[in-house]
Every structure is written in C-alpha cells, then in structure tokens.
C-alpha cells in the first residue's frame, strides 16, 4: 500500500522594484506568476507592479496590523499544499516592512520559505555611497520616540549608520542630528532612489540639510546614511572635471586598461 505523504506549499519573499519596474528581475517575475497566489501588503499599492507583468493571481492582504485569523487562513492554504509569494510595497519584503510573523508562521509549520532577492533602497543607497566601509548598521525607519537617545547612544559607532526618512520629519531629523554632534558626519540622501526625480546629495549634514532646504526639496521618499568622518571619500581619489589638455593622456590610459579585452 503506498504511504500517503501530505506537502505543504511553498512561500516564496519577492522582492519588487522600489520605484522603476524595470528592475524587477526574471526570476521574480516567473516566480509570482507560478504561484497559486500572491499576498501583499498593500493589493491596491502592488496593482501597478502586476499589471506591468500581466500577472493576475488570487490576493491575499497582508500588513503589520492583520488579524490573527487572517494570517490562520493563509497558513491554511499553505497547509493544502498550495504555494504563495509575499510583496511589499516596494523593496524587499520583512526590510523595515512587515512580514516576519508570516514568515516565522510558514516555516514553523514546516513550510518551505524561499527569498528571491531584488531591490533594496538601503543597499541601494550604500552601493553610491563611497563610503571607506564593507558594512554598515540599518535603522530602519526612525523611531518615534528616543530618537535622542538612539543618536546619542551611537554617537561612537565606527560604520556608517542607514536609515529611513519621511518627508514630513526631514527637517527635524537634521536638526537632531545635529543638535547631537553629528553636524560633520558625511552625509549621503537619497530622495526618490530609481524614480522618475532621482536625486543624490553629498557632503556633510550640515551642508547637505543647507542643500536641501535651499532647493525646496520636501517631497518623496528619502534614504539617509551618515558615517563618521574618517569614513568619507578621499578627496585626493576624486579626479574632477577633465581639461582637454588631458584628453591624451586619457586615451592612452584608455589604451592600457583595454589591452587584454577579447578581440
């Protein structure tokens, strides 16, 4: 008599593009049409992202404030076997969003739960830093409260430190920060990171808040990483604007750098 062996499905952390659907990867995109359905945070937010990929699959709402009962049906559905991908708004899913109570749930049932990696605005970020730095330490979203006593609590720390910021607690957070000593810092804002209005600022707190505020810059949606100092790019390794007495000179560099290329 053959043994009946019962499988559960299958849950698959999509990351999706967090501004330019053309990043989404190939992978990502055969994974959430082989699925038997998707959950995301925010079905209506994520709309614009499947009809992109003509992805029409069954939707499950899933965010920090869900029920109980609704991460019990889920987990259900998983149970019959049948295989899930979760989204975020953008981003990689369980990075300063929800999602770790879906994933923690899955895999003790014994759940498969499988990461197909993509976007990330933090590392995004990190990537055009320049930092002199191999890591870093994610924040997140500020905290609402003991802001204050968080900077000050890191104040020693010797890696560069990544947060998240609205635009609407921007000009605070510069205040506070340099309120704390962190006026010096070198400082790098991404705003609106692989959108349309992409745009990067670069230098220390003090003059990237300056900067900001003189362009009226308030909206969207903003990533910050501030490092120490000793951490910022060498000014002596940035070569500037290129003179055409140069341009020679370049072009035989140009000549060596190539000379193993395939030909």
């Not at 999706?16 to 082989?34: C, F, M, Q, W, Y």
Request: charged share 25%; aromatic share 12%.
């Amino acid at each position: 008599m053959e043994e009946n062996i019962h499988k559960v499905g299958t849950l698959y952390v999509v990351a999706t593009p967090i501004g330019n659907l053309s990043d989404a990867s190939p992978r990502s995109i055969e994974v959430l049409k082989s699925v038997d359905f998707i959950i995301a945070e925010n079905p209506k937010i994520s709309q614009t992202f499947l009809k992109k990929f003509e992805i029409d699959k069954p939707i499950a709402e899933f965010h920090q404030h869900v029920s109980p009962f609704k991460l019990a049906e889920i987990m259900i559905e998983l149970a019959k076997g049948f295989s899930a991908a979760y989204i975020s708004d953008a981003g990689t899913p369980t990075i300063s969003d929800p999602g770790s109570r879906l994933v923690s749930a899955a895999a003790d049932m014994g759940c498969p739960v499988i990461g197909i990696p993509g976007p990330s605005a933090a590392t995004t970020l990190f990537s055009i830093s320049g930092v002199a730095s191999n890591r870093y330490y994610f924040l997140g979203f500020m905290p609402k409260r003991d802001y204050r006593k968080l900077l000050t609590d890191l104040k020693d720390f010797p890696d560069p430190i990544i947060f998240y910021e609205s635009p609407y607690r921007l000009y605070d957070s510069f205040e506070i920060l340099i309120e704390h000593g962190y006026g010096d810092y070198y400082c790098v804002v991404g705003r609106e990171l692989t959108k349309k209005f992409e745009t990067t600022y670069r230098g220390t707190v003090k003059s990237v808040r300056a900067l900001i505020y003189t362009k009226d810059e308030y909206r969207g949606e903003f990533t910050v990483l501030i490092a120490p100092p000793n951490l910022a790019p060498d000014p002596k390794m940035v070569i500037g604007p290129v003179k055409p007495s140069k341009v020679g000179a370049i072009h035989t560099w140009k000549k060596r750098l190539y000379k193993t290329s395939i030909k």
